[in-house]
């Protein structure tokens, strides 16, 4: 297929296309950079939900504390009320952290983020284990609130300050735990935030090397087409420098079959019409000047030739009583004056056409002219 300037110029200028919106389709893409916005808001949220948590046990264990001291009746209503918004926070949570071991098995891969991935899974138990004793606290002031009900007749088989201390200790394990998922979220929401700066570096990195690469393509092409068109046009301009110096001997290989190409084409085509006229412009001046040199020639010889001739003939006509040895010599130098004769007449016929005068003369005859 032949390609001309215009369809290398739009081949070209497409490539650049394509690459740019390749360029465009890699910085824009959502990738892993996204799924790690999206993993690292999910992280905030549980851990705004665990300060939640934080808080309605800090209610509840106020609510417990006043009970164990004061054994106010209403204190229990409200420890229950608060316990059954921390059953459903907690249930979320739960569920949103295991919603975040699956994604990050789905999104992250094992041998490059193991840590995050083992930190999700570690929260999830540790929230199952909060929800655990949570329910063990519960329990036990549940026992404390029947050992001081006078209306009941089960008795437990310790006593108050032991139950006191046990619900006490159930509270403080479940701070414990509370605040162990409180800073595992923290460190969990810290790694997500480096994994956001990890995956923003290497798209800034291969967004440059896109980048890099558009502009060195784009440089190549550049010089590339443009050095296939000096070069021929620089070639061109030697050849008509060349052509002006009067030497045709030039090259017309190695051009691009473009416009280029038939350029110099019909420039080598100039080329060597011009060398055939000047081969004929040389030739019809060698032979204006033979033409010239022979009728110089034929001047210079039939001139004389001619009294020679016509005294010989003189004498032959006048020696009739002469010695015939005297004859034969007026004859012989008759004859050589109509074979010079014969010659001249030769070089007439030659005359002719190389000077261009007319068409060529007729086969020269044997009789000599002698005038």
């Not at 890699?26 to 999206?38: C, H, Q, S, Y």
């Not at 329990?139 to 008795?155: G, M, N, T, V, W």
């Not at 084409?265 to 080329?271: E, I, P, S, T, Y």
Request: proline share 4%.
């Amino acid at each position: 297929m032949r390609l001309t300037i215009a369809n290398k110029l739009f081949i070209g200028f497409l490539c650049v296309i394509v690459l740019n919106a390749v360029y465009f389709i890699l910085v824009n893409k959502p990738g892993r950079i996204g799924e790690a916005v999206f993993l690292l808001g999910r992280q905030n949220d549980l851990g705004d939900r665990l300060m939640l948590l934080k808080t309605l046990q800090r209610d509840r264990e106020a609510a417990a504390l006043r009970y164990e001291k004061t054994a106010q009746r209403e204190r229990p209503a409200s420890f229950r009320d608060d316990g059954r918004v921390a059953t459903g926070l907690l249930d979320t949570l739960r569920g949103l952290a295991d919603s975040m071991v699956r994604l990050d098995a789905i999104l992250l891969p094992p041998d490059e983020y193991g840590s995050i991935r083992l930190a999700s899974a570690t929260l999830a138990d540790l929230l199952r284990s909060v929800d655990s004793a949570g329910g063990s606290w519960s329990a036990l002031f549940e026992r404390l609130i029947r050992l001081r009900d006078p209306h009941c007749s089960f008795k437990w088989s310790f006593s108050e300050p032991m139950l006191i201390g046990a619900v006490d200790s159930a509270a403080a394990i479940l701070d414990g735990k509370i605040d162990s998922a409180l800073s595992l979220a923290g460190h969990l929401s810290g790694e997500r935030t480096a994994l956001i700066g990890v995956e923003l570096s290497r798209e800034k990195r291969a967004g440059l090397a896109a980048m890099l690469f558009l502009t060195v393509f784009s440089v190549l092409f550049g010089l590339v087409f443009s050095r296939t068109i000096t070069t021929s046009l620089r070639r061109l301009k030697e050849s008509a420098g060349s052509v002006g110096r009067a030497d045709f001997n030039v090259n017309p290989e190695g051009y691009p079959d473009d416009e280029t190409g038939d350029l110099a084409a019909a420039f080598f085509d100039m080329a060597v019409s011009l060398r055939k006229k000047q081969e004929e412009l040389i030739r019809s001046r060698e032979l204006a000047a033979i033409g010239e040199i022979v009728a110089s020639v034929n001047h210079e010889i039939n001139n004389p030739l001619m009294i020679i001739s016509g005294n010989a003939q003189f004498l032959e006509m006048s020696m009739a009583e002469y010695p015939e040895s005297m004859r034969v010599r007026v004859r012989a130098i008759l004859h050589e004056t109509e074979r010079i004769a014969r010659i001249t007449k030769k070089l007439r016929e030659i005359k002719s056409p190389l000077s261009g005068n007319g068409p060529a003369a007729p086969p020269p005859s044997t009789t000599a002219d002698t005038r």
